[in-house]
């Protein structure tokens, strides 16, 4: 998620009025529809080098909360690979794997749906060869832990491929990985994504593999110096004082939006923002017009939606006050 390149591609604010107009056609395609609408991320937890150092621990009440606001589906960003043995058999840790299950079917028993990735593989990216087959143990314990595991369970092969994990090789790596989740999840929804930390541009440029219950996804923090101005954890984040809003953005917004849409009708798959969001500590009024803008535009065009993130530095909840942002909320979820 916290890159510069984090879909900075969708996809380019310098193209030409014209070239934009060539595009127009776009507005007309609405994607498949997918098991996905409304969704918020539950960021900043089981991703975190230890549950909580990062601000949040997933509680059970959150889910009922998340529910009765109106998402259909929580996204569980995990860190498989820092709780799996670096030797084979590549054994997952049984307590983490437990912890796994229990926010699950917390979530299960609110009625959402879930989504469970595989999330900050950061060695994968450096060396994807020397890592495929410890990541491909990793999922066959994920779809034997998750064995018979109700239809709302949905599974998300690889996070933000980035570096090293080209386009080619996460296209690769997904029917690897596709191949290894159908042979116990014949009929589960799984998502594919693409290179480039995960954007539009690179998944457009993919091959997905050919399967029935497949959903694509990119993510977008489109502009970057936008929605990251002054974010703390980054290194070098950009500085303060940026304001969106102008015609150009909305048409650089729409004009990713269309071709998302777009390449999930020609692929002939749902397809899923599976994040997006503003930092923190931009102003207020500005966070609540760029999400609405993203939300309103993909809902437009069946595009499912999970924003980042419930209650970390992207906050959609506050839990100092227990309470919702609540005109950020209206944006995700008013007409």
């Known amino acids: ?42 960021g900043g937890a089981l991703e975190a080098p230890r549950e909580g150092l990062w601000g949040y621990t997933v509680r059970e009440d959150d889910m009922a909360r998340i529910r009765e606001a109106g998402f259909d589906t929580v996204r569980l960003p995990v860190k498989w690979s820092a709780h799996a043995e670096t030797t084979k058999p590549y054994r997952i840790d049984p307590a983490f794997m437990a912890r796994v299950k229990e926010v699950v079917g917390w979530a299960e028993a609110a009625g959402l749906k879930v989504i469970v990735d595989v999330h900050h593989y950061d060695a ?15 999922w066959e314990q994920i779809a034997e832990g998750f064995e018979g595991a109700p239809d709302s369970v949905i599974f998300e092969l690889i996070n933000e ?48 593999p050919e399967d029935d219950r497949m959903v694509l996804t990119f993510h977008t923090y489109d502009p970057y110096d936008f929605t990251h101005q002054g974010a703390s954890f980054s290194d070098d984040p950009p500085p303060v004082g940026k304001r969106w ?32 969001g503003v930092y923190e500590d931009v102003p207020l009024d500005q966070r609540v017009k760029w999400t609405r803008a993203m939300r ?9 939606w999970c924003y980042w993130d419930f209650a970390t530095t992207f906050k959609l909840y506050n839990q100092d006050r227990e309470a919702w942002i609540g005109s950020l909320l209206s944006a995700l979820i008013e007409d």
Request: aromatic share 4%; proline share 5%.
């Open 1 to 42: 998620m916290r890159s510069l390149l984090l879909s900075a591609l969708l996809l380019l604010a310098a193209c030409a009025p014209a070239e934009r107009a060539a595009h127009a056609e776009d507005r007309t395609h609405t994607a498949p529809d997918g098991p996905v609408e409304r969704c918020v991320n539950l």
């Open 124 to 138: 994968l990216m450096a060396d994807p060869d020397g890592h495929r087959t410890r990541l491909g143990a990793i």
């Open 161 to 208: 491929s980035r570096d090293r994990m080209t386009v080619r090789k996460t296209d690769a790596i997904n029917r690897e990985l596709l191949a290894i989740v159908r042979e116990t999840h014949p009929d589960r929804w799984v998502i594919v994504g693409s290179a480039g930390w995960g954007s539009l541009d690179a998944l457009l440029k993919s091959r997905p």
């Open 245 to 276: 809003g102008t015609r150009k953005d909305y048409d650089t917004m729409e004009y990713g939006a269309n071709l998302a849409a777009r390449f999930a009708v020609e692929q002939g798959h749902p397809i899923l923002l599976g994040e997006f």
């Open 296 to 304: 309103e535009m993909a809902e437009a065009r069946n595009i499912g």
